[in-house]
């Protein structure tokens, strides 16, 4: 079965704080796809970034950057120097079989001024 | 611009009303998807379609039904059958149902029975 684990659920920080997301998935396949999504407060999922199996190089994209461990089966984003405007919930997704995606429950991330 | 477009924002309905939630992308991708979203969860899988005139059910279909008569538009109709209808209902396309292909989501139909 697919499953992806996102343990907490809401986090706060003071801006200009770090932030880690931990995401923890199950899969049976040995060709899969994570992805990480950000759900503002107006509802539309913003794509943030897609891996697949194969690649466990960790990538920084500005204040992300992600940690992909396939030892531990973890996909880990954190954001550096929160701001407010990442104030957000955000989804770790696996994708499986005929391109199905199993999502976590979500972090909601709150940055305080 | 490219992207999805999801009408109307927010939909109320009766109890015992169809109702019908639109969903158009203008990106030339081959497929679509319904997510059911309720407070505190992830995304459920309504349908999909990979191709015109052809869909598959997801994790929670029933008292759901889509059609995918043009490759831009996937309607989705929740029925009277639905027990418990009120979420947040996003659609979402991708180039291909397959490669790992990524999903681009639109901005989601809020709906409410009253």
């Known amino acids: 079965a697919q499953k992806v684990t996102q343990a907490q659920t809401e986090i706060s920080v003071v801006e200009k704080e770090d932030v880690t997301l931990d995401c923890v998935y199950e899969t049976r396949d040995t060709t899969y796809y994570l992805f990480w999504y950000k759900q503002p407060p107006s509802g539309e999922l913003v794509f943030l970034i897609r891996?697949?199996?194969?690649?466990?190089q960790n990538e920084i994209s500005g204040r992300y950057s992600w940690n992909f461990q396939k030892s531990t089966s973890s996909f880990n984003f954190t954001i550096t120097a929160s701001q407010v405007v990442d104030s957000a919930v955000y989804f770790c997704a696996l994708l499986y079989g005929n391109n199905r995606l199993a999502f976590g429950k979500g972090n909601q991330v709150v940055v305080i001024p | 611009d490219g992207g999805i477009t999801q009408s109307p924002k927010y939909l109320f309905r009766k109890e015992g009303q169809n109702v019908t939630l639109s969903c158009e992308q203008n990106?030339?991708?081959?497929?679509m998807y319904w997510y059911r979203q309720d407070p505190g969860q992830g995304l459920r899988l309504i349908y999909y379609?990979?191709?015109?005139?052809?869909?598959q059910k997801g994790d929670i279909a029933e008292g759901y039904s889509v059609s995918r008569e043009k490759k831009e538009s996937f309607p989705l109709t929740v029925t009277s059958a639905q027990k418990n209808p009120t979420a947040f209902y996003l659609c979402?396309?991708?180039?291909?149902?397959?490669?790992?292909?990524?999903?681009?989501f639109g901005p989601g139909t809020r709906l409410t029975v009253l």
């Open positions: 979402a396309s991708s180039r291909r149902q397959s490669s790992g292909d990524t999903q681009y």
């Open positions: 379609s990979q191709i015109v005139n052809d869909f």
């Open positions: 990106l030339n991708h081959d497929a």
């Open positions: 891996r697949n199996s194969f690649d466990e």
